[in-house]
């Protein structure tokens, strides 16, 4: 056993998947959930997400271990000043924000002397959220990244990196601010462009009596899988993390722009170059054991 006690605060996606992944491998003792929504609430208790479903997140906290912040990047601040004063001396607190910097200028400041705290943040996910959405497998061979703030205690570092593993996951340590610039590369750019795709996509599909829709193939499809995330969670992600996400875009903009070009002046040879070296980056994430070659986005046989 790892923790003795954990407490989830905010009962989507990924604490739900924690909490079976946790119970799958007799990982901790107990597990309290606190979620802002009543509802919310009574689908934990229903369908027996966590040990016990508390009313307050200072309930859920009390006596606990291991602290794991699981709600939007945007009121991380908040609930970290709701919790400190009922924080344990030696608890852990962490978290599975995609944007690292912000929610540590948020969250430290209100976190008392004795308490460990160890952003963290599995890249694992699916678009469905809520609490009936996760399952123990989400984070199997899936990277979480640790990022260690100025004086995090090794110990405390090393005991929840074992938990990310026991979890099922690989578990590199980052700082901060790379962690933003990798994951606006990797996630936030191609959430954007997606969401605009499918925008673009709806206007049309206006003009065109539903073709666009019916006539879906695999290319806009995947775009709406990925446009289908939580919208809060991702207007947060983009409004605390806007200068890595506004670089990228940057860059973004004037590859498409070279592609315009290539295309209007019939330059196959620049398209073609272009398309063979952005394929090798698929194969190289098939190899890396992050997807596979099979049809349906690599997805056909997960929830």
């Excluded at 290539?262 to 063979?276: E, K, M, S, V």
């Amino acid at each position: 056993m790892i923790y003795n006690r954990v407490a989830l605060i905010g009962l989507g996606l990924i604490a739900s998947s924690m909490f079976w992944g946790m119970k799958r491998g007799g990982l901790v003792g107990e597990v309290r959930g606190y979620a802002r929504s009543a509802e919310t609430r009574d689908t934990a208790r229903r369908i027996g997400l966590c040990d016990v479903v508390c009313d307050s997140a200072a309930e859920a906290v009390d006596g606990a271990d291991l602290v794991i912040l699981c709600v939007p990047v945007g009121v991380m601040g908040a609930v970290a000043a709701e919790i400190g004063p009922h924080l344990a001396p030696g608890v852990t607190v962490t978290d599975v924000g995609s944007v690292k910097r912000e929610v540590i200028d948020a969250v430290a400041p209100h976190l008392p002397e004795g308490v460990h705290f160890v952003p963290g943040h599995p890249l694992a996910g699916t678009e469905h959220s809520g609490p009936e959405s996760g399952f123990a497998e989400l984070f199997d061979n899936r990277w979480t990244l640790l990022v260690p703030v100025e004086g995090s205690d090794p110990d405390a570092v090393a005991r929840l990196r074992k938990l990310w593993e026991r979890l099922g996951a690989f578990v590199e340590e980052m700082e901060p601010d790379h962690h933003d610039l990798v994951l606006a590369v990797t996630s936030h750019a191609p959430h954007l462009i997606a969401y605009t795709m499918v925008g673009v996509a709806d206007d049309l599909r206006r003009v065109t009596d539903s073709e666009v829709i019916k006539y879906s193939a695999a290319g806009f499809r995947d775009f709406t899988r990925i446009a289908a995330s939580d919208p809060t969670m991702w207007r947060d992600v983009f409004l605390n993390n806007k200068d890595a996400t506004l670089e990228i875009l940057g860059r973004f903009t004037e590859e498409l722009f070279a592609l315009q070009r290539a295309i209007r002046q019939g330059d196959g040879d620049h398209l073609h170059a272009y398309f063979t070296r952005t394929r090798a980056i698929r194969r190289g994430i098939i190899e890396a054991g992050q997807d596979t070659d099979a049809p349906d986005f690599g997805r056909g046989g997960q929830r």
